[in-house]
């Protein structure tokens, strides 16, 4: 029950565990505007919607509209829709396996990528002004109805044509 509560700055490393997940932690990095996720709490502050309307579209071009939870990466919306988004790296931030193309309207609405996440646009394939990494993506309620292009290929380092299976 991932949900997002939004951004907020802070002056001092923290790190809370809600769970034993590792995508259930809340990860507070030194003076940059974070993202709280999981939050019970935004029950009570927020009349967001817990779902976010999201279009994915293909390499054929064809458009697949899913549904996913507020507080998820566009990484784990693919993956739980059969959505050809591979991320190689298992969103540890390094590979650009998950790259995909925002809308410009709705990049906009997104926090600006950090410099780990740049790094790794770098070496993605057909890179553009509005490119990000699904795994870095996380649904907010101000996302709604986004629509994602998934580029026509990646770079896998590891073996070319390699897919790995999401766990």
Known sequence: NAEYMGSF??????VVMWGTRMSSLLRVVRSETCHA????????????PATVKVTFIEKDGNRKEVVGKVGQSVLEVAHENDIDLEGACEASLACSTCHVIVKEDFYKKMPAPRDEEEDMLDLAYGLTDT??????????PELEGMELQ?????????????KPKPH
Do not use: K, W
């Open 9 to 14: 700055e802070v002056h001092e490393a923290v």
């Open 37 to 48: 996720r999981p939050s019970m709490l935004s029950r009570f502050f927020s009349s967001a």
């Open 131 to 140: 490119s990000r990494l699904g795994c870095q993506v996380i649904l907010q």
């Open 150 to 162: 998934l580029p026509s290929a990646t770079r896998n380092f590891y073996v070319d044509g390699h």
